[in-house]
């Protein structure tokens, strides 16, 4: 079950041919070595950080810091967890969205909580999409199928 | 034993760990992430779970064991931890414990969360003793020449 985003009005779609390179956030190892294969098998290229701070160093969004890639990495999606200690995904999704350089990147939050209340909160706060944890294939397939702009069958 | 019995073994002894509840349908998903890629993948997996689950009983076997006063937002904190791993492998027994954990944590009840502890260890060594019996099945399936049967999702 998911809550979704159009995907037309992001500007963010890629072209389709490229392989779409994915930030994947999660505090919890097993979790994120499973989304990681998971994208994998949908054909993208997967970093992976343990919180939401690493998250920010690497799209470049450190406050007074120069990214090497002049403020804009190479990322096409944010995949993270809700729950994490210190910074939630949620404050994560704020952060990217109130930056000037990354707030039109698609975020997806993921919880194995299946709470309206936080599910509406992420979707005002701009996520593109609402995942229920544990992920399977299929989901993770469809969600990369739309980053692509491709039709996909499920 | 030949390969074809090993492999009907394997099936009926996954089959019989989904039907008691030990397994669910998470863990054939794993097994269906696994390709001639990562061929190891699944026993990877769960080697991670053994070693996090672990660490994380120890952790509130100490968080538990406060004279001075339990931490019961640290408890939740590692309950919820094993919680998610134990869901994304399909440790369905596990996950359940930690549910009813996680309930006491709010309440404040040491004494409801000090059993719980011991129920979920106690599902956690059953978990791993049962996973690494397939484990061992599934080695000498190769060992033999065979390969891993695909398991279908409904049954």
Redesign the interface.
Known sequence: MASSSTWSSSNWVMESGDVPHVLAVD?????R??VE??LR?SSCKVTTAENGPRALEFLGLTSGEQNPLNGRSKVNLVITDY?M?GMTGYELLKKIKESSEMKEIPVVIMS?ENIPTRINKCMEEGAQMFML??L??SDVKKLTCQLMNRDCEI | MEVGQMQRQWVDYTKSLVFEGFLDGQFLQLQQLQDENNPDFVVEVVSLFFEDSERLLNDLTFALDQNGGVDFKKVDAHVHQLKGSSSSIGAQRVKNCCVAFRNFCEEQNTDACLRCLQQVKQEYCLAKNKLETLFRLEQQIMAAGGSIPMIELSF
């Open positions: 505090d919890n190892l097993i979790d070595k499973l294969k998971l098998n729950c200690p194995s944890k544990p399977k294939q």
